[in-house]
């Protein structure tokens, strides 16, 4: 069964850092462009970065500017992962974060990031003293 599974998340201090993973089963992660997403109650889901392939693709990220120099997104092929590593957190992070792809190997923009249609089931991140 393919499947895209988001972990990692749960509650850290304003001003904290978090890591979550999204794995897959049945598909080599690596072989597609993944990218992260978050919802935030009552709020549309928002498109924060990507990462194409590096086994296919050139392996570049792309950042949406709110969360430039604060969130970064790896691969670790090894364990078939793509790893959202999050950093000076605010309660404005607060929201259920999520993994997907549409799978194409490349994503270097926000339409290619926006276009993912197959989704993990997500993971809850909440900012809070």
């Known amino acids: 069964q393919v499947q895209l599974v988001e972990s990692g998340g749960g509650l850290v201090q304003p001003g904290g850092s978090l890591r979550l993973s999204c794995e897959a089963s049945?598909?080599?992660?690596?072989?597609?462009?993944i990218g992260w997403f978050r919802q935030a109650p009552g709020k549309e889901r928002e498109g924060l970065v990507c990462i194409s392939s590096f086994s296919r693709n050139d392996g570049r990220s792309y950042y949406v500017d709110s969360v430039k120099g604060r969130f970064t997104v790896s691969r670790d092929s090894a364990e078939n992962t793509v790893v959202l590593q999050m950093t000076s957190l605010k309660s404005e992070d607060t929201a259920v974060y999520y993994c997907a792809t549409e799978g194409k190997t490349g994503c270097t923009s926000y339409s290619d990031l926006m276009a993912m249609d197959y989704w993990g089931n997500g993971t809850l991140v909440t900012v809070s003293p």
């Open positions: 049945g598909f080599n992660l690596d072989y597609y462009a």
